[in-house]
């Protein structure tokens, strides 16, 4: 459990960089609309990866202000509240909208398998209100769970509902969503992600290096 001084320097250190992220980085304005490549009503009906793109992209119609302090939430299926969240929350929200419980999922493997999930915190048990919000955390799951894609400088290899995950320097890791929209040149798909403007899409799949590549669906 975090320390009350730990939680605010913790907090004071993401948020202003972060900030500075976002103020580098802010997406262009793009009609996302005219992006999008047609798929036949049966496709978007059932095709997981094609509805977890559009949940990602749903999630960018409600504000959230980015917020990496701790919470106490419900298990199973709990959640921090809704206007705040961090880059994990767009993927955990993403599945949850698709009946996939991401806290759930990694709590329990976390509880069976504690020793092979990484020990940046100090913790020697599992923290359900946490953990699934750590990115090194699902990056390790998907990892565990067969779902790890090879990361590649080919923005073709990145499909709309795979999951990316960055390295931001000084510790820090980012994770995103790939959806089904293209950037302006065609050349890549969009992201959806929260880097401290909130919950928007940006082309930002190469702006940092890639330190993970997954396609997840249980």
């Known amino acids: 459990m975090y320390s ?12 202003f960089f972060y900030v500075i992220l ?31 793109s559009a949940s990602a ?12 302090s701790y919470f106490s939430i419900g298990y199973p299926n709990g959640d921090i509240p809704s206007d705040r969240g961090v880059c994990s929350d767009v993927v955990i929200r993403s599945y949850r909208k698709l009946g996939v419980d991401l806290q759930k999922e990694v709590h329990e493997d976390m509880r069976k398998h504690f020793q092979e999930y990484p020990k940046t915190w100090g913790l020697k048990l599992p923290d359900r209100n946490i953990d699934h ?10 990892e565990r769970k067969n779902a790890a894609l090879p990361i590649s400088i080919n923005a073709n290899d990145y499909k709309f509902g795979e999951i990316v995950c960055w390295d931001l320097g000084n510790g820090l890791r980012h994770i995103g969503l790939v959806i089904d929209k293209k950037s302006t040149d065609g050349k890549r798909n969009l992201i959806v992600h929260n880097i401290g403007g909130g919950q928007v899409i940006a082309d930002f799949l190469f702006r940092f290096k890639i330190m993970g590549h997954y396609r997840f669906d249980i």
């Not at 009350?4 to 948020?15: F, L």
């Not at 999630?59 to 990496?68: A, F, G, N, R, S």
């Open 4 to 15: 009350r001084i730990h939680t605010i320097t913790i907090r004071v250190r993401y948020i």
């Open 22 to 52: 976002f103020s580098t980085f802010i997406s262009c304005n793009i009609d996302h609309n005219k992006l999008a490549p047609a798929y036949s009503d049966s496709f978007k009906k059932h095709n997981f990866f094609y509805k977890l």
């Open 57 to 68: 992209i749903s999630l960018t119609h409600h504000k959230v202000i980015y917020d990496p």
């Open 133 to 142: 919000r750590r990115v090194p955390n699902l990056m390790k799951y998907f």
